[in-house]
């Protein structure tokens, strides 16, 4: 594609046209408006729009303004995938142009330039592909991507003959810090060297002053930041929750024990105590226990008041078996139960222990008790930790994710004329 | 963070807080305040057969 810029102005020679009232296009420096560009084949306004940027935006780049002129969408065929990129022409009056490749969300700007001598040829780039290594401007250059490619549709007024089915190949390159792209077309198969930089959202927001989508970044920046400061916050709750759930699920003090041979526990129970507890309010622990082996018993623990009223209880079937499957020897067992109780009042208890031998190897075991206190509820904190651990994973991939429309997207088209 | 980040965060801090004292004091906690029927009933069911501990447990080839 020959870049050069041609029909200027009558009155002031500046090459570059903005969209004026009633589809008419006038001259950016001085207002004359001019007769549509000599061109077939441009499109007439129903090219839909992947970015903020407009037909008759102004750029300031540089120092230099430039007028968004026009814009070329392409498209490749590749792998049965087809994909489609867009460029906006962006001109200074006097014919000095940019192009601002808008690809898959990324931006990137560049300026025409010749290179040094030495830089590849036409044909040096028949072998181009993605990690081949050249030699531009005396950087080492890395390509990043190649390929033949097809204008789609034009729409605006580009000032040299571009129009849809044109083809011509690309070589993307990398290095030094810098990006460079070589185009071949034509039939001549002649070079046209670009260089330029990656620009981010409000890089290009900001070259053409759009402030209200500079603001709304800021605005979703700091939404972000919220978000993930909450998120944050969730998750050193959750590790607080979460440790306390560990350390709830650990022992406390023991202030009351004691055990009996299965067998020795008659029908009516073994009682224990008293034991004085004093902690009351507070959450103490009952455990019951055995060291049964290839047996089960059906076990009991209840705490009781001195004419034997049950107040509380933990019981449980606990058995302990070995085997051998496919895998080879197994062990499983249940040996304990235990209960969480709020002790009403301070003042003695009595401890009750029964035993329900489901075998009879079960007789020849023990079981055991324990009153612990100082002990915390695990449950709450469990169940809090856990829940706290997912709001702050939501809010904190949410906050870095930024995931949120952006204004523009809900913006009309300015170029007003063209269309495909 | 936003206002509404705010009293999110600060909600949260006062529901850590509240579920540190309900796990302390054992809030919602079966209490030794009264006896407790089901205790008994519980072991009765047992040496009955009646109710759901006997043949319960995942034991012996089960």
Redesign the interface.
């Known amino acids: 594609m020959n870049r050069q810029p041609q029909h200027p102005c009558p009155t002031c020679h500046g090459f570059a046209r903005v969209p004026v009232a009633d589809r008419q296009f006038a001259c950016a420096r001085c207002g004359t408006v001019l007769p549509p560009l000599p061109y077939v084949g441009r499109g007439r306004g129903n090219l839909s729009h992947l970015s903020p940027v407009r037909i008759g935006m102004k750029a300031r780049i540089g120092g230099k303004e430039f007028h968004c002129v026009g814009r070329i969408r392409y498209v490749q065929a590749e792998d049965d995938e087809t994909y489609y990129w867009e460029e906006w022409v962006l001109l200074n009056p006097d014919g000095d142009a940019r192009y601002l490749e808008f690809d898959e969300g990324k931006w990137t700007l560049s300026e025409p330039f010749q290179p040094a001598p030495g830089a590849p040829s036409a044909g040096e780039f028949s072998i181009a592909a993605e990690g081949v290594r050249y030699t531009v401007d005396g950087l080492s250059v890395t390509v990043t991507d190649a390929g033949a490619c097809q204008v789609k549709t034009v729409e605006g007024e580009i000032p040299w003959p571009v129009a849809p089915g044109d083809r011509l190949r690309y070589v993307d390159m990398e290095g030094g810090g810098g990006f460079f792209s070589a185009e071949i077309g034509g039939d001549d198969g002649a070079v046209e060297w670009f260089r330029g930089r990656r620009l981010d959202d409000r890089a290009v927001y900001t070259l053409f002053d759009l402030r209200e989508l500079i603001a709304d970044l800021d605005r979703r920046a700091a939404a972000a930041r919220s978000r993930r400061s909450f998120g944050l916050l969730c998750l050193a709750v959750a590790l607080a929750a979460l440790i306390g759930w560990g350390v709830a699920r650990g022992r406390g003090r023991v202030v009351a024990q004691g055990s009996a041979a299965i067998a020795n526990v008659p029908q009516e129970g073994t009682r224990f105590g008293p034991y004085r507890l004093t902690a009351a309010g507070r959450v103490h622990r009952l455990r019951v226990s055995s060291n049964l082996s290839q047996s089960a018993a059906w076990v009991q623990a209840v705490i009781e008041t001195e004419d034997a009223g049950e107040l509380f209880d933990t019981a449980g079937e606990l058995w302990d078996e070995t085997g051998y499957d496919d895998e080879g020897r197994w062990h499983e067992y249940r040996l304990q139960s235990q209960s969480d109780f709020r002790l009403a009042r301070e003042g003695d208890v009595y401890v009750r222990v029964y035993a329900e031998p489901d075998t009879a190897a079960a007789a020849a075991g023990t079981v055991s008790f324990a009153i612990e206190e100082g002990v915390l509820y695990p449950t709450y904190l469990g169940s809090f930790g856990a829940l706290s651990l997912v709001l702050g994973c939501v809010f904190f991939l949410t906050g870095a994710a930024g995931a949120t429309q952006q204004t523009w997207q809900g913006m009309g088209s300015r170029g007003g004329a063209a269309g495909s | 963070?936003?206002p509404g980040?705010r009293i999110?965060?600060a909600v949260?801090?006062a529901?850590?807080a509240v579920?540190?004292l309900?796990?302390?004091?054992?809030?919602g906690?079966?209490?030794?305040?009264?006896?407790?029927?089901r205790?008994?009933e519980?072991?009765r069911s047992?040496?009955t057969g009646s109710g759901g501990?006997?043949g319960?447990?995942?034991?012996?080839g089960k």
């Open positions: 963070m936003s980040h999110g965060a949260l801090l529901l850590l579920t540190w309900a796990s302390v004091y054992g809030w906690l079966r209490s030794t305040a009264v006896a407790d029927a205790i008994r519980k072991r047992v040496r501990y006997h319960g447990g995942p034991r012996f």
